[in-house]
């Protein structure tokens, strides 16, 4: 039997959790919404003042400066000079003398031009930050979009909770934001987190109805990040098959699927199985007259490696399962809207598709696919509690 003391101890802590279920209940969205703010203030402070380097960002400060060059080790000198005032000695001597690759990058203009071409495709990204080099330099430009789209991704959120009547889920957004790998991502040069700030754009967009909007989004993350093109494809497949924007959809499709085939005429763009060799099997230092054969086994043991170093190292895999599980037992797909159907149903399928084609493993790549799967699916479970406990009150009333 339960003593006095354990009963007395239970009691208390019921009444105490009874009050403050009381007080926090009028103010439930407001308290979600301020520790949302402070989640993304803090993360936008951090990646403003502790910024992070990798070698990605020196390509693209050569990318935005070629323009202004008159020659590959012109634009190599100008390349590092500024890399160097950026950057501390330490972190200098890191992405220079680090490994084999970086050195041969530092000391061989005509190798770390021929990387340039993985870079240019990127040219939303890249022409956003020649527009910032007014004031700033290339890498405080870099960094300044970095923090921008943090900002920005954090009032397409709060708008998205708000036009759901769901801020109080604020924590539950935040933890969506950590397990997608959102902070880690942000404190980077690359232009993931910005494309991200279009496809939560797009998404939002599409289920406010607003399909002309949520297309020109689609074209702009294309144009920061042209491997978004597998989700425009797929996405326009099922806004096909349900109806909710398909012409639309139909069109960003098309203009994106001309817009890659004219990115990739170019003479630099590395083409598809050396971006993947280069990226899953070997650095090579240059890629002058660089052309591995295509090899099943190879293709075969990347997607196998790229799965284990997901489970071992990254988030991504086990978060995409969890939400899948949480869709099986929780959400009554007859019972979406078909408008987050086709959204959800859509970034499922090009997540598996977009692994299959380019199997890359840093959750960073699945970012904004994955914040917007826990969006559709914490908004559609909110809305079928709801109506669920309404149809209980109801049938209790009678």
């Known amino acids: 039997m339960p003593s006095r003391a354990s009963q007395l101890l239970e009691t208390t802590a019921e009444s105490l959790f009874r009050n403050a279920c009381r007080l926090y209940r009028p ?6 919404a301020a520790a949302f703010l402070l989640f993304i203030t803090m993360t936008a402070a951090v990646v403003h003042i502790y910024p992070q380097s990798d070698w990605d960002m020196i390509a693209y400060t050569a990318a935005i400066l070629e323009d202004e060059t008159a020659s590959p080790e012109d634009l190599h000198q100008r390349t590092y000079d500024t890399i160097r005032q950026n950057l501390t000695a330490g972190e200098f001597v890191t992405m220079t003398q680090d490994r084999v690759y970086r050195i041969r990058q530092y000391e061989d203009a005509d190798a770390f031009y021929s990387m340039l071409g993985f870079y240019r495709l990127k040219l939303l990204y890249v022409e956003a930050a020649k527009l910032l080099t007014g004031p700033l330099n290339p890498v405080e430009a870099l960094r300044a979009l970095s923090t921008g789209s943090v900002l920005a991704i954090g009032a397409i959120l709060l708008v998205w909770l708000a036009r759901n009547k769901a801020l109080m889920y604020g924590p539950f957004v935040i933890a969506l934001l950590i397990f997608s790998g959102f902070g880690g991502t942000a404190l980077h040069q690359t232009p993931d987190l910005f494309a991200s700030v279009f ?3 797009a998404g939002l967009f599409y289920l406010e109805r ?3 909007a949520a297309a020109l989004a689609l074209i702009a993350a294309f144009f920061a990040r042209p ?3 597998a989700f425009i494809g797929v996405f326009f497949v099922f806004a096909a098959l349900y109806g909710p924007g398909r012409w639309t959809m139909t069109g960003c499709f098309a203009v994106c699927f001309m817009a890659y085939l004219w990115l990739t005429q170019d003479t630099t763009h590395p083409g598809w199985w050396v971006h993947m060799w280069f990226s899953h099997v070997e650095f090579v230092p240059t890629l002058e007259g660089f052309d591995p054969p295509f090899s099943v086994g190879i293709y075969l043991q990347m997607i196998v490696r790229n799965v284990v170093r997901s489970l071992i190292d990254e988030t991504w895999l086990a978060l995409l399962f969890a939400q899948t599980v949480f ?15 086709v959204l959800l149903y859509g970034i499922f399928v090009s997540i598996c598709a977009k692994y299959v084609v380019f199997p890359h493993f840093d959750t ?3 970012l ?9 699916l914490l908004i559609a479970w909110k809305d079928q509690e709801a109506a669920a406990n309404k149809v209980n009150s109801a049938a209790g009333g009678t």
């Open 327 to 341: 869709f099986a037992m929780v959400i009554r797909p007859m019972e979406l809207a078909e408008r987050p159907k």
């Open 27 to 32: 103010v439930r969205h407001w308290i979600g």
């Open 210 to 212: 607003l399909d002309l």
């Open 227 to 229: 491997d978004h093109l």
């Open 199 to 201: 496809l939560l754009l």
């Open 364 to 366: 960073r790549f699945y």
């Open 368 to 376: 904004p696919y994955l914040v917007a799967l826990g969006m559709i």
